[in-house]
Each structure stands twice: as structure tokens, then as C-alpha cells.
T-cell receptor, first 112, second 117 residues
Framework: KNEVEQSPQNLTAQEGEFITINCSYS?????LHWLQQHPGGGIVSLFM???GKKKHGRLIATINIQEKHSSLHITASHPRDSAVYIC??????????????FGKGTHLIIQP | NAGVTQTPKFQVLKTGQSMTLQCAQD?????MYWYRQDPGMGLRLIYY???????DKGEVPNGYNVSRLNKREFSLRLESAAPSQTSVYFC????????????????FGPGTRLTVL
């Protein structure tokens, strides 16, 4: 069974700090998603990647397929970045949506 | 475009009552999903619909039924609600079903917070 582990589970940092959230998974995948869930509950997709690195504003996502590991970085963090960040993978052997596996999320709080 | 919409936003039921959660998308997506999110657990897939006219069970289908009414709408029904079904329910859609040769981005609705007493 594919497991998706995120670390840390909780992270509190000061405004301006560089943030790293990690995601490890146990099987080969075709793609990995990073999602953001705001305190109000809504979920938005931040990145979808299958290799290398993607950047959007202050957010950077990297993936190492051989090591089965991905990181989400936030530069110059801001209180509005406070949210739960969720990693989700699509296993390569998965034949359908039942293969989608989500991590439990990392709860990030950025203090002013 | 409204994206993915869900109704209701909040609902309180008594054990044994039934209800239907509604979901609609206006992005002309083929695939739709229902998830539940519980404290301390990741999102878990309840049912999904790869395309209009098809539905399949996900990881936690027991106690639920679904209907893909048309391409836009995908409803989730609780026939006899139980306290274990207290959760936040999210509907999502994507252009095509995510699978081993695709990496389709999923778009999520705002969620329905359901409490079963």
C-alpha cells in the first residue's frame, strides 16, 4: 500500500523565514500534487509535478523521483501563507482514481 | 466561471436520517470525485466518476451512494446517516481521470461540513 508521509506535521515560523515542507512516498508515481487548504477550509492546487522543479511566485516545489521525495519551499514567508499544505500522489501502478493517496498535511502558522 | 460548487455548506443530521450532497462544475470536466476529510487523517476518496454514466468505489464507499446525473453534476447520498459519517465532504473535478499516464489537476469545491448526532 502506498504511504505518503509529510513532515513536519506542524510548523510555526516568523514572518520572512524560509519554509520547507517535505513529502515522502513509498511507490513509483506518475505525478505529485501540492495542495493548500486555508483556515476557511477551501482547497486549491498549488503545483502538479512529475520531475524537476516548479516555481510560482514565492513558492517552489521540487521532486526527486529516484529518492521518492518532494519538497515545498516558501521564500519570504508571510502570515497569509498560514494554511495546511497537503501532498498527494498518483501511483504509477494505479489504474484509476482509487490510486490517489494523500498525506495528512502540514499545518503552517506564520507569525507577524 | 463558478468552478466547483457544493450545497449545502453545513448540515446537521440525526442518526438514521438521509440526505444528498450536491456538487456541480462548470468547467466541462469529465471526471468528478467525492472525498471526506477527518481530523488527523488525509483526504480519502469515497466514490468517483471517470466520465458521465460511470461511477466507481474509492477507498471508503460504505454507507454512501452516488449519482452522476449529467456531465456537470455528481451527488453523494447518505441513506441512513451514522455518527461515523460526521466529516467534511469535498467534491472535486478534473479534465480526465488521474491515472498512471495522466497528471490531471483537480479542482475542489468549498466543502460541506456534516455533523451526525
Amino acid at each position: 500500500k502506498n504511504e505518503v508521509e509529510q513532515s513536519p506535521q506542524n510548523l510555526t515560523a516568523q514572518e520572512g523565514e524560509f519554509i520547507t515542507i517535505n513529502c515522502s512516498y513509498s511507490v513509483g508515481i506518475s505525478a505529485l500534487h501540492w495542495l493548500q487548504q486555508h483556515p476557511g477550509g477551501g482547497i486549491v492546487s498549488l503545483f502538479m509535478l512529475s520531475s524537476g522543479k516548479k516555481k510560482h511566485g514565492r513558492l517552489i516545489a521540487t521532486i526527486n523521483i529516484q529518492e521518492k521525495h518532494s519538497s515545498l519551499h516558501i521564500t519570504a514567508s508571510h502570515p497569509r501563507d498560514s494554511a495546511v499544505y497537503i501532498c498527494a500522489v498518483i501511483p504509477y501502478s494505479g489504474g484509476g482514481a482509487d490510486g490517489l493517496t494523500f498525506g495528512k498535511g502540514t499545518h503552517l502558522i506564520i507569525q507577524p | 466561471n463558478a468552478g466547483v460548487t457544493q450545497t449545502p455548506k453545513f448540515q446537521v443530521l440525526k442518526t438514521g436520517q438521509s440526505m444528498t450532497l450536491q456538487c456541480a462544475q462548470d468547467m466541462n470536466h469529465n471526471s468528478m470525485y467525492w472525498y471526506r476529510q477527518d481530523p488527523g487523517m488525509g483526504l480519502r476518496l469515497i466514490y468517483y466518476s471517470a466520465s458521465e454514466g460511470t461511477t466507481d468505489k474509492g477507498e471508503v464507499p460504505n454507507g454512501y451512494n452516488v449519482s452522476r446525473l449529467n456531465k456537470r453534476e455528481f451527488s453523494l447520498r447518505l441513506e441512513s446517516a451514522a455518527p461515523s459519517q460526521t466529516s467534511v465532504y469535498f467534491c472535486a473535478s478534473s479534465v480526465w481521470l488521474a491515472g498512471p499516464f495522466s497528471d490531471n489537476e483537480q479542482f475542489f469545491g468549498p466543502g460541506t461540513r456534516l455533523t451526525v448526532l
